[in-house]
């Protein structure tokens, strides 16, 4: 599609995200990753990014504030086929693991090698997508992972360590376990894979309901995560406290340059219905979509983020992917903001 004879007020095009043109020269890279391989209760999220893709021209394109969002100059990846072939093949192998450990059955040699080589492949995704991401940061591109299941974000935070950054994760679960069911990378470890990195200053979670004794632990010991509770964040609303406020008490943590990770479970079950562990609580679209924009507007530069856990399973397959279009346009559109590419009017 020929960039200069968009029309914003037409249908988007098919096959394209958001039905807007892939730019020549983008500013937003987007960069799909088909990975669950960890996933440890339902799956379906490797198909996040196709289903996303899909839907994702049935939004319009106006967000109050932003001049002129669909002009933001952006490349979605073509989806690797090769990641997507490995993760058929881990998945199943890691599902017959799980299984095996969830029904107290013995655990023999030929499972614990295959668990061996599922994190040794995790590692070489997670390496693979640093490069990547490395080379475009080196052009000076805005880059973002679609996930896949949370763990899909490693090798990007991997990646911004040219500068220190602080992380904020809007998430239903800490994700701090050191490892999970055996795996280094699962997804319910990702965050303290990322804590370990130098560059990684500051983790500011949000919306957290599911937390086991050892996560919880390390949110008190850590100096490097402070830990906004859902039922912390609601008993202050239900005491006065206004979102505004509260926004305003995280970002203040955060430094300069803001890295965000959107599991899309941060927000409340009935937006992300089939997501793998979908828990009661959580926040509104609107409350995600506003700190999201306060961050932009703060003097802070988001450098980076990722959307993850968008699946796509038989409860309600085009809502998950209407609403995690949705957020990604937004992430991406206030991400830019941030970084000068979009204008912020407030008209």
Not at 18 to 45: D, Q
Not at 73 to 98: G, T, V
Not at 107 to 132: F, Y
Request: hydrophobic share 40%; glycine share 6%.
């Amino acid at each position: 599609m020929d960039e200069s004879k968009f029309n914003p007020n037409d249908v988007g095009a098919k096959g394209t995200l958001f039905g807007l043109p892939n730019h020549p020269n983008p500013k937003l890279i987007i960069l799909p990753v088909p990975w669950e391989v960890t996933v440890s209760y339902r799956a379906s999220t490797a198909q996040g990014p196709a289903h996303i893709l899909e839907c994702s021209d049935q939004l319009d394109y106006c967000i109050h504030g932003i001049q002129e969002p669909w002009k933001l100059p952006l490349h979605f990846e073509n989806i690797n086929s090769d990641w997507a072939q490995e993760n058929s093949k881990l998945r199943a192998i890691a599902a017959q693991y799980i299984h095996a450990l969830e029904q107290n059955e013995p655990i023999n040699e030929q499972l614990l090698q295959q668990v061996k080589e599922i994190n040794l492949a995790c590692k070489k995704l997670h390496d693979s997508i640093n490069q990547k991401i490395k080379k475009w940061l080196g052009q000076g591109k805005l880059v973002a992972v679609l996930g896949g299941d949370h763990s899909c974000a490693l090798g990007s935070i991997q990646a911004h360590d040219d500068q220190p950054i602080g992380i904020l994760q809007i998430d239903a679960h800490a994700d701090l376990r050191d490892a999970y069911e055996g795996f280094t990378y699962s997804h319910a470890s990702i965050m303290h894979q990322a804590i370990k990195l130098d560059h990684v200053q500051k983790l500011v979670q949000v919306g957290i309901r599911d937390y086991c004794p050892e996560e919880l632990a390390l949110i008190n010991s850590s100096h490097k995560v402070h830990t906004f509770f859902d039922a912390a964040l609601n008993e202050e609303q239900f005491n006065g406290a206004t979102w505004h406020q509260q926004c305003l008490n995280i970002i203040n943590l955060l430094p300069e340059n803001v890295y965000i990770s959107f599991d899309i479970d941060g927000l409340e079950p009935a937006l992300c219905p089939d997501t793998g562990t979908p828990v009661p609580g959580g926040l509104t679209y609107n409350q995600a979509m506003y700190l999201i924009k306060l961050v932009a507007l703060s003097g802070r530069k988001i450098v980076g983020f990722d959307l993850c856990e968008v699946a796509t399973g038989p409860n309600n397959y085009e809502l998950n992917a209407i609403i995690g279009a949705r957020v990604l346009y937004q992430l991406s559109c206030w991400s830019a903001v941030s970084q000068g590419i979009l204008t912020y009017c407030n008209k």
